[in-house]
């Protein structure tokens, strides 16, 4: 039997802890609990703790508090967590506690808990889509790849946004019991056992809003109405009234990535949303953005967001017939 | 601002809760909570809940407490309802709150419940695929769904097993606010907005065994024997030594399906362990499984499962290399 401690804290999201000790708790039913795992919830005081959703939980143990070592320690993520988390208690336990266990895995935003605890220099992570670019600027040694559902480094283990915190814990259950309890715990909860595409199938295209009256303003709005057109760097300088050069250097620096990435990007952007919201035909699709032809416009999704364009229809594809009227009897 | 009371009980499944709520509380976080939602959790008794995977909730608010109406209600499941539920408490509650409110949604095994509040009668709903026998056989006047993901009758509204209670909160979602934000809150959440296929893809073929010694215990053998090959009734009806008539009647009334579907059904088990664990082409699979055809092998897949053989492979292969070691560092 394993013992895993899940780290709770106030404004927590409740969906980081439910969705890894579900996993783990059917392995139990499976298995039996000896051969499963020791679930408990772990916070800093022990008061009752009220999550984003408002889900009020009681700690099982307190840290500080005599216990038998944890093999494994979950850290969940929150809404606020981005923005900053000063419990000390916490922070010093992580330290204290990540060189001895088997693994020390975050959820979510609980990537900023172990990168505030110092326990991600010099190590690859993930976390939630919204929040990686805030994430790179707080832990710039830290490598980030937000396109990943989980990445291990070591024995920290982040992973991407809320429920990708199923997708970690049911790897560990694989690697613990074996494919097939990992499949069956799956089938139980209504998952897949392997997602199709990474994180960023879910995200839009964060890219930093040039400055108001900058020149690259001017190129991006003029990407924006020529998307469906071959565009070529040259065109976007003169529109830009830069040399080649130094209009590349010059987006790279505001935009982060390069003129051409971003144009991809951007064609990916709107052809995901024409997917989502229209019957169009792929290749209609693929030419109103420019890709020229299904076939790159297949080659780009999934150099970027690991998933075809079919794929994605089928996915996100939402009815958009008029909300109902609710109805009371 | 509609108000969601979340109902509690000893050994709930903690998914079922924390799936609905994170939904409904995203969109307050998208909307401000004054467009969005008030999320309660209910319990019969003050005292602290603990779910099946050992969180420890503390309701907000109690059965019977003063309070404001709800507009909807939701009912999470957990592993001990399909064997029986005796708060008669929390059964009052539901029998008198259930034609007052809006919406009333159970999750997972929580259509037991309301089945056993009598809400389901003459009703239509579904609940997890690994109590449909039993659910039917405790609610005969309810036509059971196994198949679909959520399904709505007046103001009840089912949901399949475990996290389709994120499925069946997503669609509340859009008729509330549209299908913006519910993409918007899907993709926080790192979800799909829509699933692919319905319940059985995640479902073993579960059919009553045949008593030992009875004929149809021979047939069945015999099908497991033979499902590469072209089998008809009348071969089996030979197995079991009767007409053809009679073997038919028979086996119906022991399998509770027809020995075509029965056929069909072992053959579509056979080919998904197959996409499973193996990387034998589709063509393979579909002549190894008595399909005869790709073609054949994806319609029948359509029609049981909603979901293509290609498409069954990518979202349940798993990587079967031996599980690896347990690290310490």
């Given at each position: ?8 804290f106030?404004n927590f999201?409740?969906?980081d802890v439910?969705?890894?000790?579900d996993v ?7 298995l ?15 008061d009752p703790?009220?999550a984003s959703?408002?889900m009020?939980?009681?700690?099982d143990?307190v840290?500080?508090q005599?216990h ?10 929150g809404?606020e967590?981005?923005f900053g988390?000063?419990?000390t208690v ?8 990540q ?7 975050s959820?979510c935003t609980?990537?900023?808990i172990?990168?505030y605890?110092g326990?991600?220099?010099g190590?690859?992570?993930t ?9 790179r600027?707080?832990?710039?040694d ?8 989980y990445?291990?480094?070591g024995?920290?283990l982040?992973?991407?946004?809320v429920t990708a915190g199923i997708d970690l814990?049911l790897?560990?259950?694989r690697?613990d019991?074996g494919?097939d ?5 799956a ?6 056992a392997?997602?199709?595409g990474?994180q960023?199938?879910?995200s839009?295209l964060?890219?930093?809003a040039p400055?108001?009256?900058s020149?690259m303003?001017?190129v991006?709005e003029y990407?924006h109405q020529n998307?469906?057109?071959?565009i ?6 003169t529109?830009?009234g830069?040399?080649?050069r130094t209009?590349?250097r010059?987006f790279s ?7 051409l990435?971003y144009?991809e990007?951007h064609r ?8 989502e919201?229209t019957?169009?035909s792929?290749?209609e699709?693929?030419?109103?953005c ?10 780009a999704f ?9 794929n994605?229809?089928q996915l996100?594809t ?7 009227q609710p109805?009371r009897?």
């Amino acid at each position: 039997m394993k013992t895993i401690a899940c780290m709770i804290f106030p404004n927590f999201q409740s969906l980081d802890v439910s969705g890894p000790l579900d996993v783990f708790s059917e392995v139990n039913t499976l298995l039996g609990p000896e051969k499963g795992y020791e679930l408990l919830t772990i916070a800093s005081r022990p008061d009752p703790v009220v999550a984003s959703n408002g889900m009020t939980l009681v700690p099982d143990v307190v840290i500080g508090q005599d216990h038998k070592p944890f093999d494994m320690v979950i850290i969940a993520g929150g809404p606020e967590i981005p923005f900053g988390f000063d419990d000390t208690v916490a922070l010093d336990w992580l330290r204290q506690i990540q060189p001895r266990c088997e693994r020390c895995c975050s959820i979510c935003t609980g990537a900023f808990i172990l990168g505030y605890a110092g326990l991600l220099d010099g190590k690859k992570a993930t976390t939630h889509w919204l929040h990686t670019d805030r994430f790179r600027e707080f832990f710039s040694d830290t490598l980030l790849e937000p396109e990943k559902i989980y990445v291990r480094s070591g024995n920290i283990l982040t992973s991407a946004g809320v429920t990708a915190g199923i997708d970690l814990s049911l790897a560990l259950v694989r690697e613990d019991h074996g494919a097939d309890i990992a499949l069956q715990v799956a089938k139980r909860l209504l998952v897949v056992a392997q997602r199709q595409g990474g994180q960023s199938q879910f995200s839009p295209l964060l890219t930093p809003a040039p400055a108001d009256g900058s020149p690259m303003q001017k190129v991006i709005e003029y990407i924006h109405q020529n998307t469906h057109r071959r565009i070529q760097n040259a065109e976007l300088a003169t529109v830009a009234g830069m040399t080649i050069r130094t209009f590349s250097r010059y987006f790279s620096k505001e935009m982060k990535v390069t003129p051409l990435e971003y144009l991809e990007l951007h064609r990916i952007e709107i052809a995901k949303m024409k997917l989502e919201t229209t019957s169009r035909s792929m290749k209609e699709i693929a030419y109103e953005c420019g890709f020229g032809s299904t076939e790159n416009m297949r080659l780009a999704f999934m150099r970027r967001i690991s998933i075809a364009p079919s794929n994605y229809r089928q996915l996100f594809t939402v009815n958009r017939s008029r909300p109902s009227q609710p109805r009371r009897s």
